[in-house]
């Protein structure tokens, strides 16, 4: 089988109706408690943002796509759950690592932005607060997920599909 074939074959057999649905919902969990925490603890961090605007860099806009942005993001980590977690001992240990894996890369996105606003590092603290928020909001979509099996590749004998069903009974 062909790299690209490999590929093909790895992307056809995940269950996209699983990734999109608990993908809404970690998303969704994400957002609550990332809007939980900027009100509790993001003071300094929406100081430092309006005085950004009100220097003339522009006012701060959220509106829906901010928040379907965010909820996107959930899917995004787990699809990225349901490739690493066949991959992994645990639901637990694959949800820690695609929650951290999350964390870094809207982190690497957010400094840009606090880089360009010039927000003080001193307001910095929800952005690192929300590795946290990653890996509870990844964790719960790995909960709701549930184990993933690596999927077997077809089987072309009489007996294959009954074998592969007997197998799926004993691992239940």
Do not use: H
Not at 71 to 79: E, T
Not at 92 to 120: D, F, T, Y
Request: with cysteine; charged share 10%; aromatic share 8%.
């Amino acid at each position: 089988m062909t790299e690209q074939a490999s590929t093909r074959w790895i992307m056809n057999a995940l269950n996209w109706a699983r990734i999109l649905l608990c993908g809404l919902v970690t998303g969704v969990a994400f957002t609550v408690m990332s809007v939980v925490l900027l009100g509790l603890l993001g003071d300094a961090f929406l100081a430092a943002v309006s005085d950004s605007a009100v220097a003339g860099i522009g006012a701060p806009r959220t509106g829906p796509a901010l928040y379907l942005l965010t909820v996107a993001a959930g899917v995004w980590a787990m699809w990225l759950y349901s490739v690493v977690r066949p991959r992994s001992s645990s639901n637990i240990r694959a949800g820690v690592a695609v929650g951290l894996a999350w964390w870094v890369i809207a982190s690497l996105q957010s400094l840009k932005w606090v880089a360009l606003l010039g927000i003080p590092r001193v307001a910095w603290l929800p952005l690192g607060l929300n590795a946290a928020l990653c890996i509870v909001a990844a964790s719960i979509g790995a909960f709701l997920y549930g184990a993933v099996q690596p999927n077997q590749p077809f089987q072309a004998t009489a007996g294959g599909a009954r074998e592969r069903q007997r197998q799926a009974d004993i691992d239940r």
